[in-house]
Antibody
Framework: QVQLQESGPGLVKPSETLSLTCTVS????????WSWIRQPPGKGLEWIGY???????NYNPSLKSRVTISLDTSKNQFSLKLNSVTTADTAVYYC?????????????WGQGILVPVSS | DIQMTQSPSSLSASVGDRVTITCRAS??????LNWYQQIPGKAPNLLIY???SLQSGVPSRFSGGGSGTDFTLTISSVQPEDFATYYC?????????FGGGTKVEI
């Protein structure tokens, strides 16, 4: 059973870069799509983007200018970088496996990591 | 972007009630619609994919319906563990988008 676990700093300052890593266990990162989704406290879900195991990516246009999602197949990990953050980027960040192809869905998800943006 | 609108935003139910949540897309998305359950403090969990298909391990009291722009999630007999927030999500086109959520309360 594939499991995902997010890791990263617990606090980021405004204007700096948010960097998170998702470690995949119980399965290979190859031959799959991997995604990041976030949820501001008390609010709904926002899809950030995905990376395919080949390295190809697709980002939400609302964040595209600030986002990079990449993967490290040797470590079975993928990562998120979001630069020039503001307090509006404060959220729980989830990594998830995305079922790709003609029909897509997110399953399973990591437990999530809260990243406050504050000076 | 495709906008997803859920109704109601919250509802009160008793154990054993039949509950239906509605999700409407701003354009036709065929059956490219998924449903998730989120318990407070936890990650969302996939319930229904492709509008109709029950994810493995999900109780059969959950069912999905609809196509085009209008979709439903039905819980045939609400159980105590079903009190949570439910989200729809379209996978017809990127950016993938979610509904605003429906909180099911006791």
């Amino acid at each position: 059973q594939v499991q995902l676990q997010e890791s990263g700093p617990g606090l980021v300052k405004p204007s700096e870069t948010l960097s998170l890593t998702c470690t995949v266990s119980g399965g290979s990162i190859n031959n799959s799509y991997w995604s990041w989704i976030r949820q501001p406290p008390g609010k709904g879900l926002e899809w950030i983007g995905y990376v395919f195991y080949t390295g190809s990516t697709n980002y939400n246009p609302s964040l595209k200018s600030r986002v990079t999602i990449s993967l490290d197949t040797s470590k079975n990990q993928f990562s998120l970088k979001l630069n020039s953050v503001t307090t509006a980027d404060t959220a729980v960040y989830y990594c998830a496996k995305m079922r790709g192809g003609s029909v897509n869905w997110f399953d399973p998800w990591g437990q999530g990591i809260l990243v406050p943006v504050s000076s | 972007d495709i906008q997803m609108t859920q109704s109601p935003s919250s509802l009160s139910a008793s154990v054993g009630d039949r509950v239906t949540i509605t999700c409407r897309a701003s354009q036709s998305i065929s059956t490219y619609l998924n449903w998730y359950q989120q318990i407070p403090g936890k990650a969302p969990n996939l319930l229904i994919y492709g509008a109709l298909s029950l994810q493995s391990g999900v109780p059969s009291r959950f069912s999905g319906g609809g196509s085009g722009t209008d979709f439903t999630l039905t819980i045939s007999s609400v159980q105590p563990e079903d009190f949570a927030t439910y989200y729809c999500q379209q996978s017809y086109s990127t950016p993938f988008t979610f509904g605003g959520g429906t909180k099911v309360e006791i």
